[in-house]
């Protein structure tokens, strides 16, 4: 049984910095590419950050670029989001989602094979 349990959300002041980690278990990790999406109340998901399954390449969402970074460490089954500069526009539901790797790194939700149950994160003005 395939699990993504993501942490580290929680309240911050606009300008602070956060760290999401996804914990994955019962998939062959380095054989997935890792994505953090997130939805904002009244919103539809939208994409934030990709990596492959080496970590040799990433893709993140304009809105988000310079700011947010993510990474993984294999050897922990574990993916990273590093959101530094947080903005009130940032507060969402921050989810992990991984992609069986194929030549493409893809970065569309439907695409997503395995998700998680998201982590809250709340910027304040």
């Known amino acids: 049984q395939v699990q993504l349990v993501e942490s580290g959300g929680g309240l911050v002041q606009a300008g602070g910095s956060l760290r999401l980690s996804c914990a994955a278990s019962g998939l062959t990790f380095s054989s997935y590419d890792m994505g953090w999406f997130r939805q904002a109340p009244g919103k539809e998901r939208e994409f934030v950050a990709v990596?492959?399954?080496?970590?040799?390449?990433?893709y993140v969402a304009n809105s988000v670029k310079g700011r947010f970074t993510i990474s993984r460490n294999n050897a922990k089954n574990t993916v990273y989001l590093q959101m530094n500069s947080l903005k009130p526009e940032d507060t969402a539901v921050y989810y992990c989602?991984?992609?069986?790797?194929?030549?493409?790194?893809?970065?569309?939700?439907?695409?997503?094979?395995?998700w998680g149950k998201g982590t809250l994160v709340t910027v304040s003005s």
């Open positions: 989602a991984a992609d069986l790797h194929s030549m493409l790194v893809r970065t569309t939700a439907k695409d997503m094979d395995y």
């Open positions: 990596i492959s399954w080496s970590g040799g390449r990433t």
